[in-house]
C-alpha cells in the first residue's frame, strides 16, 4: 500500500457542488478510493486540521481545492494544504477565478454585513450584534476567522499548480486529472485542465449571422434549440469561454454563463464578452441603440459572472478604498466621491 | 501625488489613424496647445480598440480613458465606429458598476479637419479628470492591498 496516492480535498468560499461533483465519477469513486488514501476531506471524512498539520511538508501527493479565499482561515488551510502538498489543484471555477462568490466584490465587508446582519427583511438583531474575530467569555477567549474584504482566487493566497475549471468541473475531466495524476503523466505546470478552443467551437447549434435588435433572458422564451443561442437573443458566453465542459448547458438548450473561463487569448473574459454581445445589435442611431443595449442587464454580473476575482478592475472602488482606509487606520480614503 | 490642484492625470487617448490621429497631427501643425497628459495610442480604428484595452489601461495606471473616432458614416471601414458606440454605450453602465465616474472614459467624434475640437476634448478631459484626482486602479495598488489583507493580518482583523 506503500504507493498509493496520498490525497487531501478541501472546500473554501464554494457552494458544495465541487464535491458532489468528485462523487458524480460514479463508480469510478471506488477506484480513486483503492488509488488513493485520503487525508483530508471535510464533506466526507472525519479529519482534524492537526491531523494534517502532524505530516510531513510535501507529504501528500495531491490536493484538490475548492473555492475561492473569502475569510483568514481559507487563506490558512491553503497555505497549509500547499505546504503539505507536491501538487496543488484548482478544483472549479471559484478556485480557479473567484467564481460566484467573487461578485460580491461589488460590496465591500461593511456593506456586506450590514445586508447580512442589519437589513434584510428576515433580520431581527436589536443589539445590533455582528460577528466578532475574538470573544472573551469564563471559560477563555473564543476565535473566529477574518472575514476579508474581497473575495481572491486560489492562486492569490499560494502557489497553484493545475488549474481544473467549472462549475463544477465535470466528470470526465475529473478523471482526466485524476488519472494524469496517478499515472504521473502531468502537464506543464500551470496548465488549465481543458481545452484550449472555445465552447462554440465544439457547440453543436446552428450558426449565421450574428445580428440581433435586442437580447432576452432564458425566462422570457423557448429557443429554437437548433439556433445559436446569441443569435436568438440569448446572452451566451461561448465565443469568450474555454471549452472542455463537454457543452451540458446547451444541449440543455441554457446558454453558457461562462463557468471555465477565458480563452487562452482572450485579454479578459468580461471584457471580450462585451465587445461580443455589444457589437451584436443592430442599427446606427445612438439613441435606439442605447435602449436595445439595455436588455444586457447588469453587464458586470452577466459578463463577469464567474471571473470577477480574475479581472482587471476586481473591485468597486469603493472596496480597494475602504480596505486601505481600514487598515492605515486613517480617515476614508481620498476617492469614490468626487469633490 | 500631493493635493489635487497639482495632480497631473494620465489620460490614455486612443485615436484611429485615418480622422482623430490626423486631428492631432493638424493640431500640432496648426501650433494648438493641449496638455500632455493625453497620451495618444494611435490605431487603425476606433473599433480595433477592444473594450479590454480600455480596462487595461485603467489597470496599468491611466486616471482617463479617451477613444477618437471618425464621425459616423465617415469610418474608413464603414462601420467600424458604430461597433465603438455600440461597446461605449455597456462599457458606460459595466464602469458604474465598478464604480468608475462616467468622466473617465469618453467617446468623441473628431474628423481629420477638427484638429481644434481635439485640443478642446483633451483640455475638457484633463481638467475633468484632474478634478477627480487619481483612480489608483493600478495592478500595484491592487496588489499592495492584497498583500495587507492576505499575508499580513497584523492584528488589524475586525469583525
Redesign the interface.
Known sequence: MADKLKLALYWAASCGGCEIAVLDIDEKILKVAELADIYLWPVALDFKYKDVEALADGFLDVCLFNGA?RN?EQ?EIAELLRRKSKVMVAFGACACYGGIPSLAN?FDRDQIFGRVYFDTPSTVNPGKV????SYRVPEGELH?P?????V?KLD??VKVDYYLPGCPPPPSLIWTAVEAIVSGNLPPPGSVIAEEKAVCHFCTKRKDEKTVTAFRRVHEFIPDPEKCLLEQGIICSGPVTRGGCGERCLSANMPCRGCFGPTPE???Q???M??A???M?EG?D?QA??KA?ET?V???GT?YRFTLAD????????S?TA??A??A?AAPA???V?? | MSG?DTFEPRIVAFLCNWCSYTAADLAGIARLKYPGNVRIIRVMCSGRV???????A??EGADGVLVGGCH?GDCHYLEGN??T???K???D??LD?????KDRFRLEWISGAEGEKLARVANEMTERVR???????TRE??A???A???RN??G????
Open positions: 479565499i483568514s487563506r461589488q455582528l460577528p466578532q474575530t473566529l477574518t472575514f476579508y474584504n474581497a481572491y492569490d493566497a482572450a485579454i479578459e468580461g471584457a471580450n462585451l465587445g454581445v455589444a457589437t445589435v446606427k445612438e441603440l442605447a443595449l444586457v447588469d453587464p458586470l459578463f479581472s482587471f478592475l476586481r473591485l468597486r472602488n469603493r480597494l480596505r486601505e481600514e487598515r487606520g481620498p476617492k469614490e468626487a469633490s | 489635487k477592444a473594450p479590454g484595452f480600455i480596462l487595461k485603467f489597470h459616423p458604430y461597433k458606440l455600440k461597446r454605450l455597456v462599457m453602465r459595466l458598476q465598478f464604480g468608475i465616474e478634478r477627480l484626482g487619481p483612480l489608483g486602479r495598488r491592487l499592495r492591498a492584497d495587507l489583507e492576505l493580518e497584523g488589524a482583523a475586525s469583525g
